[in-house]
Every structure is written in C-alpha cells, then in structure tokens.
C-alpha cells in the first residue's frame, strides 16, 4: 500500500536523502564508462573480433594484466554499446515525463529499479562467456541507461515537497546525478584489488532490489504537488501548561503554541487566490513546446550534450594518443605506458565527477538570487503596492534575470573546457576533467530551473522529455565521430574538438534571447504600474469631489 502524500511530506527528508544516495549510485552510472570500458577489456568482452580479424591489420594489443587482445574493431563495437546507453539515458525522459504527468513518480520508480537490477544481472552472466555472450552488453547498457534515467527523473519532481529551496535541493539531486559517474571508478578500483567482476555485478543487483524496497515503502502514489499547491499548509496546536508556584499557591496557565507542517486539500476560501495559476496551468502543452525559449534551451542542450558525450565515450583513445601521438609503431614499453596513463586518468576523470555535488548547489544558488524578495505572482497588481511599502521585484523577471547569469556562466566553463582540450598536454587535462564535471552539471540545472520558473508545473515532466530526447538523438553523432577520430585521423581528436568548440558557441543564443524577453517584461510591467497609478489617481479624485 502506497503512502499518502501526508505521510511522505512528513518523510520528506528521508526520501531526498535516500534519493541522492540511490542517483548517486544507481542513476547516470553509465557516464563512468571510462573505466568501465577497461574492465569489458579485461573481462574479454568482443575481444573475440581481433582474432576474426587479426590479418586486416596490426594495430593489436594485449590489455595489461589480461590474457585477452584489443583492437580498434573492439573499441567501436563497445563505443557502439556506449552510444546506445547514453541514447536510452536521455531519449527515455520523452515518455518518462508524459507518463510521470499521468501515473506520478511511484511506478515509474519502480520499474526503473527493477530495470537497473536487470541490467547488473546480463552484465554478470554475460561475463561468464564474453566470446558467446557479448552481445549481451547492449542490451545491459539499455536497461542500465533506461533504470537509471527512471531514478533520476523521478527524483526531479522530489524538490517540489521544499518550497523556498526548491532550486538548491534540484541542484542537489541534479548534482547526484551527474556525480554517479564516479560509481564505475569505485568499482574498478575494488575491481583491481581482486575482487570477481561477476560478483560485485551481483551485488550491485542486490543493492538496485532495496532501492526498489525503498520506493515501495516511502514513496506517494500521487505527485509531489508545487510549492504554489496550496494543499501545503501549516496546523496550530494550543497545549495549555497549567505551572503552580510552591510557596505562594498560585497557578499560571501559558498557551504553547506548536507548529505542524502537513498536507491537506485546498480550503474553499484559497480558491480565489488560484484563478490565475489554473488559467496558467490550462495552457496547451504545444504552445509551451513551440515557444522561443523552449527551441533555444534544446539547441543549447543539444550542443553541449553532444559536446560532453563525444568526451567521455572517447577519452580513452584521447588520453592514449596523448601519450604516443598516433605511432603505429609504438614500443612495447610505450604500449604499457600509455595503458598505465590511460588507467590513472581515467580513475582521475571519475573521482572528480564527486564535484557535482559541491558545484551543482552554487548554481542554485544563482537560480534562486533574490528570490525572496519578489512579490508574489497572484497577488492583484492594485493591491500589492502601498505607499508604504518600498516596492518589490518582480518574481518571473527575476527569475529570468538569474536564469540568463547562469547559462552565461555555463557556456563560458564550456568554451574554456573546448579550449584546454586542445592543449597537448596530460597533467593538464586534469582541468578539463573538472570543468566537463561542472558544466554538466550546471547545465541540466539551469535547463531545470529554467522551465520551472517560465511553464506551468505541469509541462516541466513532458517538456524536460522532449528536450532530452531531442539532445540524446543529436548525441548519436558522437558514434560518426568516433569511428572517424579512430579510423581516417588515426586517433587524433584535434579538428574534431575545433569543430566542436565552434559549435558550442552557438549556446550563448540562448542567453541572448532570455535577455531580450526579459525587456519586453520590463516595458510590460511598467506599463502596467503606470496603468494601475492612473487609476488609483482617478478613484482619489473621485473621493475628493
């Protein structure tokens, strides 16, 4: 028996903690594929394709401490793998989000970590006979991206049940999400101390069934409403304390005030109040998506998941050309070097993915600047104002003030991360690391709040859907580019990242246009209060005479 949504306002706390641990662990894992790229190697999973293929060419080698061969062939068929994960952990949000809409958070929970169990499961037994079962990974990495997804996202709505610090707890869950690329390097390093592939596989499934526990116990079978839900409301309690004074006799009665958060229905007299935001809520779903702002965040998401993709499904083969700069030819010692470095950094790359949870709340933060000094949005415009009061800011531009600092600031971290990528140079990279970390997970922050604080709470599940699936489909790219960075520019990734680094670029449209519809508001506003001053100016008149 689900709980009600009473209960879980109660459990608030426990649910998003558990929530950022089970994102944290089970969510965007697949973002680690760095290093689980190195132990598929080991493990021998399509190694079977360089001995198929052992007389078309001699670029062979044997992975360090592993009894299996790899090859370019190897590389593109698990790079493949990758892509399609990536692809289901981004495109599943489109019918994630309608269904969520309908269905709520619950089952869609539920299934997502039945499906992150399944996909530990195929892994585990697939690496029992990698040379028959390999095939199995693609259908691993789809649940896994698929289950993961399902957590993330349901996660997303969990923000709702805060109120004012509605955007840091987004920014927290986001920033779980995106540092659960730092769960495959845990892994390999156990992984490397002797550890059985196959059994920590299976543990892993064992922990994906008490997330499934979890959901069953604690989580609502309705949605999380939004803050502005009016179901949100506080009970009074009187305890009467009757004191009586020893020496004198007397008794004093004080009234103790106790305050309970709870949620209920709507009382009939708040009805009034949520004329405006119904009207808003009845908006049809297709003028949200067709709207500017909404075509310009999925072009700049688009971009830079593109951006990110390609460099983490590639990183590896970056790293090593760094290390032997395309030789052919290369030594055996230079061979076990570049394997050693490759390692090392790629252990690097997910410890830093840790970041997101420190980075992510900052941008909050800057979603969520000033906010408590706007007036309210459903308040009538003749009445918010006194001559008393000094004015206050206005909410919706306020938020579009702070939404265009923040993809500003987004886009700049990312034409610095395009720009260090160029640079031929190892101990470097270790920057570009940390800012591939911050950028993504700022940018699905601020997409996030972007819409949240422009559409009505009910569009933001189908809207974040349609925007992830149009970027996932636009990351498919990275697999063309990978297959030419490995095959006609022998592993070097320069022109690629120049490319990439003039198509980001293209991300700072979106700023511009906020700013230029947050002048429209302005002129609108002042329009507005110049209207409303003339009546009032008129009604005093009247008065008088």
Same mark, same amino acid.
């Given at each position: 028996?689900?709980? +009600? ?36 190697? =080991? ?16 670029? $062979? ?31 599943? /949000? ?14 869609? $929970? ?10 530990? !499961?195929?892994?585990?037994?697939? !690496? ?66 002797? %550890? ?6 299976? %543990? ?21 409403? !939004? ?26 009665? /004080? ?24 009207? =808003? ?22 971009? /830079? ?23 052919? @030819? ?55 104002? +006194? ?8 909410? =919706?531009?306020? =938020?579009?003030? @702070?939404?265009?600092? !923040? ?32 950028? $993504? ?12 604080? %422009? ?8 809207? /974040? ?81």
């Amino acid at each position: 028996m689900a709980p +009600s949504l009473a209960q879980a306002y109660r459990r608030r706390w426990w649910i998003a903690v558990t929530a950022i641990m089970e994102n944290l662990l089970f969510s965007a894992v697949l973002l680690g594929w760095a290093s689980l790229l190195i132990m598929l190697k =080991k493990e021998g999973f399509y190694s079977h394709l360089c001995i198929e293929n052992e007389t078309i060419g001699t670029n $062979r080698t044997v992975e360090l401490g592993s009894r299996w061969q790899s090859c370019v062939e190897q590389d593109e068929m698990l790079n493949l793998g990758f892509t399609i994960g990536s692809f289901f952990l981004s495109a599943a /949000t489109l019918p994630l989000g309608i269904l969520m809409d309908r269905f709520g958070p619950r089952p869609i $929970r539920l299934i997502g970590s039945s499906c992150f169990a399944a996909s530990c !499961a195929m892994i585990a037994a697939a !690496a029992n006979d990698p040379e028959v079962l390999s095939v199995l990974i693609f259908f691993a990495v789809s649940f896994n991206g698929f289950g993961g997804i399902c957590l993330t996202f349901t996660s997303l709505t969990l923000p709702n049940m805060f109120g004012n610090i509605r955007s840091t707890i987004l920014s927290l869950m986001i920033g779980s999400y995106a540092s659960s690329a730092v769960t495959f390097p845990g892994i390999k390093l156990i992984y490397d101390l002797g %550890v059985s592939f196959r059994l920590l596989m299976w %543990v892993w499934t064992g922990m994906a069934c008490i997330v499934f526990l979890n959901c069953f116990l604690n989580w609502p079978g309705e949605s999380f409403p !939004a803050p502005e839900d009016i179901r949100y409301t506080i009970k009074i309690r009187i305890n009467v304390v009757v004191t009586e004074d020893r020496m004198s006799g007397d008794r004093y009665i /004080t009234n103790v005030p106790i305050m309970e958060d709870t949620v209920g229905a709507k009382p009939p007299e708040s009805e009034h109040r949520d004329s405006q935001s119904t009207a =808003k809520a009845a908006v049809p779903i297709c003028h949200s998506v067709c709207s500017p702002i909404f075509l310009w965040s999925v072009l700049a998401m688009a971009i /830079t998941q593109l951006r990110l993709i390609f460099f983490m499904g590639a990183m590896n083969k970056m790293l090593e050309f760094l290390v032997t700069h395309g030789d052919p @030819n290369s030594s055996e010692e230079l061979r076990k070097e570049a394997e050693e470095q490759v390692a090392f950094y790629s252990f690097i790359f997910g410890t830093t993915q840790l970041l997101c949870l420190l980075t992510c709340p900052w941008i909050g933060y800057i979603m969520d600047w000033r906010m408590k000094e706007c007036e309210e949005e459903n308040l009538n415009i003749s009445t918010i104002k +006194s001559h008393s009061e000094p004015p206050k800011r206005d909410r =919706k531009i306020q =938020k579009l003030s @702070n939404a265009i600092r !923040a993809f500003i600031f987004t886009n700049l971290l990312l034409v610095m991360f395009g720009v260090i990528s160029l640079i031929d140079n190892l101990p470097i990279q270790v920057l570009s690391f940390v800012l591939h970390t911050i950028v $993504r997970g700022f940018i699905h922050s601020c997409c996030g709040g972007l819409y949240a604080a %422009v559409y009505p709470a009910n569009h933001f599940g189908t809207l /974040t859907g349609f925007q992830s699936t149009i970027s996932a489909a636009f990351a498919l790219l990275q697999q063309p580019l990978f297959i030419l960075m490995v095959g006609y520019l022998n592993g070097d990734p320069y022109w690629i990242n120049i490319g990439l680094l003039i198509f980001s670029l293209a991300g700072f449209l979106l700023p511009c246009y906020l700013f230029y519809h947050r002048r429209s508001l302005m002129r609108e506003k002042e329009y507005l209060n110049m209207f409303a001053a003339s009546q009032s100016e008129k009604e005093y008149d009247d008065l008088i005479q």
